[in-house]
């Protein structure tokens, strides 16, 4: 499930002019984990029996049923596939009795009350509906034609199970159960960023310094593991860590050192890995069959949220800086569901939210998000994986997932439901920029952090395709620098070696690391890796290496390298070179150049509008919800990951993405879950998105990163769709004055009040059936405002809760001219605790075939500023 910082274009190497060895042709490369889409398997009843365990009638049936397809089934065994299945009965979160003999186990809806997990009802009630999923399965399939991989409870009432595409149309025809879902695959969807955000001037010292930041929050990281041996992970340089009552979670032990993996800061750690075996997509010699992260993701997401402070990133004899998590004292419970190469499955992930949400965590981050929409539910709001995290919002867990990186395109999310924080990526204030001065007085730019060669000296410039020892190996793609056994050393030592950035390193089979390796083995004193043609969606990031290198990134540039060495290399008639005169030195990069036009969205960042359905209809709800750093993160990563090969056997690596955005929220939802331990899932986010900014540091509107028609960089405009609510700020966020509560209730009102879901879909996936509404989904009281098909005049309402002392608010709007916006009442007055109803009223003025964006302020007489998003398209019909 990783959201994959996939460069996203990629070819091989073009040799379009005589012989330059710096030549490449890119194109758009589109990746996906599996088939990119999931496959249509969604089996649901054909009428609303009762389980079939309450029915014995039904049994002689069944009995016919088994007898005609047992044959068939252990022949079609051999095509078995993954289902998630959901069967009647409510799951521990909603049991409220009435099935003899097992005590009710839910909780008053909003309340702060947990459900005690470890009590004899939920316990009883647990292994009551686990004996259900596997008598429902003995009864319809012989044993060793099927395998249950997991029961799923305290979330959802159901079970994931591999078997044949006939055994599900079997299943999903049988008396109980709801639906028959495919499973599908999912993806992976810091030194500095404390800094940039505040956190240590602003926010530490109110939570009583760095050493007391998080103390006792819990957040779970559904991910690809954690190396637990990280100094990011230490506890025995920090003060005692005591018991956390509350959670209770399990150590996995690590099956080489017979070691648990916990310490102390790490309070959980476990695996889940049943539906990849089945899938045959499991390698136990490189994803190993623990909580160890043998990917690096798990660990560089868990060290940005709640690594510790003040640790070293040295990579190359150089320090880069200390990194620090946001909420440096909370503890990390690990739940591996994702792995090396494939990423994941829905039914390994599900199973990992149901142990944590089980187990007590605060706060969940989910660095992941699936392939595509889903295609087996009408909506994207109603599957296992949303559906599961709705019962953990219920649970009171704050759950955070990363937007997705298929920016800049529209309407790229993979994160859809409002009871979800979407983050979205932000580029920070840091730059590392490179230069590499030729011969003839051209400076060209390019990036690497890396040092300098020697000052006032130049050296000679040699291609790699000019240096073969064999030019037969030129059609294996030598220029890309990835074997010097192919390299001439006596012609490469002492210069710098010129090479071309090929298809390999989007694919990952090259890496500059690899680059600098190669250089430094043949003695030479630096490299240049250099591209010609780059389509949208090309990212590169600057790459720790130990000798001088620069990567030559604009196409312009690379072509001005290419010319001035073609034209200072005299060859024969054959095309060999007689001498090498070009010339050049590569400047120092080590240090970042601060900028002050930050934070800018970055290009990869998933763009809004949301989608409700798998037909890409535009929801009345905006996301993301809210931007954070994300591009060029220094954090913890794990010798042994392969997912960046720039940091192979490294300690630290920065590498960007919205996985990277997720956690900065994730850390800071923990320092706001320790100033307010009561507050709901919905308050905490509310915080966050009403006291966030759209201004960057230089005060100006925030920009967003985009493709010209040129192919390069440029910025625009930033609107909603891209940032949300705005950019984070935690100072702020600690201390709102107003927040917008929700809750499951709320969120059902939601679903029963957006047009095309079937209301026994609702029913399948929530155990509620639609006593609920809010006219019109724009209604839920969330902090912010879309309705994607304005007619006429609409009118929506909002409910505001004073959490500070009392204070007098007046409201004021502000809308494009498309659409007319008008606030009621004008002010109003709120004791601590109260709460208050206001509208906000949206008419068409024109009909602009475009959306119209605008804000809604509530600013208090004692300082506090509550900034709420409008967003709204009109139509004359």
């Known amino acids: 499930m990783k959201d ?14 005589p012989i330059p060895g710096v030549v490449l042709t890119i194109r758009n490369l589109e990746t996906t984990s599996g088939t990119g889409r999931p496959v249509p398997g969604r089996f649901g009843p054909t009428k609303n029996y009762d389980l079939i365990f309450r029915a014995p009638f039904y049994l002689d049936a069944f009995f016919i049923l088994l007898c005609l397809y047992g044959l068939f089934q252990a022949i079609t065994w051999f095509a078995a596939e993954i289902y998630i299945v959901t069967v009647e009965g409510e799951p521990v979160i909603n049991y409220r009795g009435g099935v003899d003999g097992f005590e009710a186990t839910a909780v008053e809806p909003d309340s702060d009350e947990k459900i005690d997990v470890t009590s004899d009802f939920v316990l009883s009630y647990a292994r009551h509906l686990e004996k259900r999923h596997d008598m429902l399965l003995d009864m319809l399939f012989d044993q060793g034609t099927f395998k249950k991989l997991y029961s799923y409870s305290h979330l959802i009432n159901g079970f994931a199970v591999h078997i044949s595409p006939e055994q599900a149309e079997i299943l999903g025809r049988a008396p109980g159960v709801k639906s028959v879902e495919r499973d599908w695959k999912v993806r992976k969807l810091t030194t500095h960023t404390p800094q940039f955000l505040g956190l240590t001037t602003g926010v530490w010292p109110t939570e009583g310094g760095f050493d007391r930041a998080g103390e006792d929050i819990v957040i779970g990281f559904v991910d690809s593991g954690i190396y637990p041996l990280h100094p990011s992970f230490a506890s025995h340089n920090t003060d005692p860590y005591g018991p956390v ?32 075996k089945a899938a045959g997509a499991f390698n136990p010699d490189i994803n190993f069959d623990s909580p160890i992260d043998g990917d690096g993701h798990g660990s560089h997401t868990a060290s940005i949220a709640a690594g510790n402070n ?75 994986f949303d559906a599961a995290l709705l019962s953990a919002v219920k649970a009171g867990v704050f759950v955070v997932q990363a937007a997705g990186n298929g920016g800049p395109s529209p309407k790229t999310l993979l994160s859809y439901s409002p009871w979800i924080a979407t983050v979205a990526a932000a580029v920070d204030d840091r730059r590392y920029k490179n230069h590499l001065i030729l011969g003839n007085g051209k400076i060209l730019a390019g990036i690497c952090l890396s040092p300098a060669t020697h000052a006032n000296r130049t050296f000679t410039l040699v291609a790699a395709n000019d240096v073969l020892l064999d030019s037969s190996v030129a059609k294996y793609g030598s220029s890309d620098c990835q074997r010097p056994e192919v390299l001439n050393k006596n012609l490469v030592e002492g210069n710098i070696l010129l090479c071309g950035y090929s298809f390999n390193f989007v694919v990952g089979t090259a890496s500059i690391k690899r680059v600098s390796e190669t250089a430094k083995s043949l003695g030479a004193v630096g490299f240049v890796l250099a591209v010609e043609n780059a389509s949208p969606g090309t990212k590169f990031d600057p790459v720790p290496v130990d000798i001088p290198g620069i990567l030559i990134t604009d196409v312009s540039m690379s072509m001005e390298l290419i010319d001035y060495y073609n034209v200072s290399t005299p060859r024969d008639w054959t095309g060999r070179v007689k001498s090498f005169e070009a010339v050049g030195s590569i400047g120092e990069s080590l240090k970042p150049i601060l900028h002050k036009s930050a934070p800018q969205v970055a290009l990869f960042s998933a763009r809004g509008p949301n989608i409700k359905d ?76 009403t006291t966030s900014t759209t201004l960057d540091r230089a005060e100006r509107p925030l920009q967003a990163q985009q493709y010209s028609g040129s192919n390069t960089l440029s910025l625009v405009p930033a609107t909603p769709f891209d940032y949300g609510s705005g950019h984070v700020n935690p100072r702020a966020a600690l201390d709102p004055g107003l927040i917008f509560d929700a809750g499951y209730e709320d969120y059902l009102g939601f679903l029963c009040t957006t047009p095309g879901i079937d209301p026994h879909e609702i029913k399948n996936h929530t155990n509620t059936p639609c006593n609920y509404t809010l006219g019109h989904p724009s209604n839920l009281n969330i902090p ?34 498309s659409v007319a916006i008008e606030t009621s009442p004008p002010a109003m007055t709120l004791r601590p605790g109260a709460s208050r109803k206001f509208t906000v009223t949206l008419t068409v003025r024109s009909v602009s075939g ?28």
Not at 4 to 17: D, K, P, Q, V, Y
Not at 855 to 872: C, E, Q
């Open 4 to 17: 994959r910082e996939n460069s996203g274009a990629g070819e091989g190497l073009s040799l379009g002019r």
């Open 245 to 276: 009552p509350k959670y209770r979670g399990k150590c996995e032990v690590d099956p080489e050192t017979k070691r648990d993996l916990c310490n102390g800061k790490i309070v959980g750690a476990q695996h889940f890995a049943e539906a990849a």
């Open 310 to 384: 003040g640790i070293s990133v040295r990579m190359h004899g150089y320090e880069f800086g200390k990194a620090s998590g946001m909420a440096p004292r909370a503890r990390i419970a690990v739940y591996k569901a994702l792995y090396r190469m494939f990423g994941g499955f829905v039914a390994d992930v599900v199973a990992a939210i149901d142990q944590a949400v089980h187990d007590g965590v605060d706060i969940l981050n989910l660095s992941v998000g699936p392939n595509s929409p889903p295609a087996t539910t009408t909506t994207t709001f109603l599957n296992p």
């Open 614 to 689: 798998y037909s890409f209809q535009d929801a009345d709800l905006l996301k993301p919800d809210i931007l954070a750093p994300g591009s060029l993160i220094w954090a913890a990563w794990a010798p042994n990951g392969t997912d960046e090969p720039n940091y192979i056997g490294e300690g630290f690596a920065m590498i960007s993405g919205t996985s990277m955005a997720a956690p900065h929220i994730a850390g800071i939802a923990a320092l706001v879950k320790q100033r307010h331990p009561h507050w709901s899932p919905a308050a905490i986010k509310s915080a966050l998105m």
């Open 784 to 817: 912010s405002i879309t309705i994607s098909h304005l007619i006429g005049t609409q009118t929506v309402t909002r409910t505001v809760t004073n959490v500070a002392e009392e204070e007098t608010y007046v409201i004021t709007a502000r809308m494009a001219p």
């Open 850 to 877: 475009a959306y119209s964006f605008g804000m809604v302020w509530l600013k208090g007489n004692r300082g506090h500023k509550v900034r709420i998003t409008v967003v709204a398209m009109g139509y004359d019909r």
